[in-house]
């Protein structure tokens, strides 16, 4: 089995010095269309109860995570590391019947929840 770290150097081989002409001539603008294309065919492999094709499509998705946050770490702005970090963050936060004191006994509380948290996060953004 292949790991994250791998999987990290590969799509940095890929837009490196020497890697695929394709990867390099990427940028975020011109990757939305295939992140468009590619949640598609998750949800076609899910409609069509076809879990073999939905964990190719899943990698695909996750593909196109790798090389954004690539890109975005060639420019200085993030790494795929920060990725990670913000949205395990999120989950923790928006989580707290999980990982604080708050209880929710079923999917509607816990949405309730969620919900209430990120309206309170998005009134705290200037």
Known sequence: MHTFQELKEVVAALRGEGGCPWDRAQTLESLKPYLVEESGEVLAAIDNHDMENLCEELGDVLY????????????????????IDGLCAKMIRRHPHVFGGAKADTPEESLALWQEIKKQEKAKKP
């Open 64 to 83: 196109q995570v790798m090389i954004q946050s690539q890109i975005a770490e060639e420019n200085g702005w993030f790494t795929v590391e920060d990725v």
